[in-house]
C-alpha cells in the first residue's frame, strides 16, 4: 500500500508542477522551467523509492554491466559496415527500379489499345 501511495505522490507532484508551470505563464520562461525540472528529479527520487523502484535501478544498473562488456567495433569496421549497407541499398534500389520499369512495360503491352 505503502508502495502505491508514493506512486501517486509522484504523479501528483508531477501533474502539480506541470499546472504551476502553466499557471505562471507571467513568469520568466527559465524559472518554469527549472521548477518543472526540480518538481521532476523529486517525483523520480519518490518513485525510486517503491519496489518498482528499486527495480528498475537493479535493471538499470544490469544494464550498464552489459554495456560495459560489449566490444564496439572499431572506426574501420563501421566506415566498412556503413559503406557495404550503402552499396546493397544502391543495388537493391537499381533492381526494384529495373523491375518496376518492366512491370510497367509488361502491363503496358496487355492493356494497349487496338493491337
Known sequence: MADK???????LVVLASL???????????LY?????????????AI???TET?????AFLRGSVIEVRKVVWPTRKETTQTTMLVVVVVFLVGLFLWL????????VQLLTRPGV
Do not use: N
Open 99 to 106: 523491375l518496376d520499369m518492366f512491370l510497367i512495360w509488361a
Open 47 to 49: 518513485a525510486l523509492m
Open 19 to 29: 499546472g504551476a508551470f502553466y499557471a505562471y505563464e507571467e513568469q520568466s520562461l
Open 53 to 57: 523502484g528499486r527495480g528498475a535501478r
Open 5 to 11: 501511495l508514493r506512486l501517486i505522490i509522484s504523479l
Open 32 to 44: 518554469r522551467v527549472l521548477g518543472l525540472i526540480v518538481a521532476l528529479i523529486v517525483s523520480a
